[in-house]
């Protein structure tokens, strides 16, 4: 099982960036699948989160700006990230919780990153 993220790159304050992660190999099934983000120095935290039911949840310093979705098809999720701030610089991993066979549990399993620079 991979994800792969793409999407990042160099944006200016106010500005809009819109990140996918695909999920590939041998995957039955993926529940919930979600975004995180490390700034330099910084500890990993959660950025969205979103269910296979629907449901989300925002950090409180991205809600009304991010937006995140999916596309259970394709096995995608995005995070449409709109008026960046340079604190929003960081890397951002995508997350999934996938189920590779019918009968085992669910893991976490996480993508390589993609870095969002942000400039003042």
């Known amino acids: 099982v991979q994800l792969q993220a793409s999407g990042g790159g160099l944006v200016q304050y106010g500005g809009s960036l819109r990140l996918s992660c695909a999920a590939s190999?041998?995957?039955?099934?993926?529940?919930?699948m979600g975004w995180y983000r490390q700034a330099p120095g910084k500890q990993r935290e959660l950025v969205a989160t979103?269910?296979?039911?629907?449901?989300?949840n925002y950090a409180d310093s991205v809600k009304g700006r991010f937006t995140i979705s999916r596309d259970n098809a394709n096995k995608m999720v995005y995070l449409q990230m709109n008026s960046l701030k340079p604190e929003d610089t960081a890397v951002y991993y995508c997350?999934?919780?996938?189920?590779?066979?019918?009968?085992?549990?669910?893991?976490?399993?996480w993508g390589r990153g993609t870095l969002v620079t942000v400039s003042s």
């Open positions: 979103l269910t296979s039911g629907g449901s989300t």
């Open positions: 997350n999934a919780d996938i189920q590779v066979l019918g009968f085992s549990p669910f893991s976490a399993y």
């Open positions: 190999g041998r995957i039955f099934s993926i529940s919930a």
